[in-house]
């Protein structure tokens, strides 16, 4: 068996990922947004995305 190749890499805070030489997809943490066929093609995508920060959960306020 072979290992699984992951090639990962994060524009403007989405992940930009290829498996096994497998289309490129740029994701969050809970979403694809898309499937390219290059590197490129993804990059770009991404690059024109606005900034995406993972929203964290705010904590309770006490009063």
């Known amino acids: 068996m072979s ?35 290059s590197r490129e093609e993804a990059l770009a995508f991404a690059a024109s995305l606005p900034g995406y920060r993972d929203r964290s959960p705010r904590p309770a306020t006490k009063q």
């Open 3 to 37: 290992a699984p190749m992951l090639n990962k890499m994060h524009m403007n805070g989405y992940d930009v990922l290829s498996v096994n030489n497998g289309p490129w997809r740029v994701c969050t943490k809970g979403d694809r947004l898309g499937a390219f066929a």
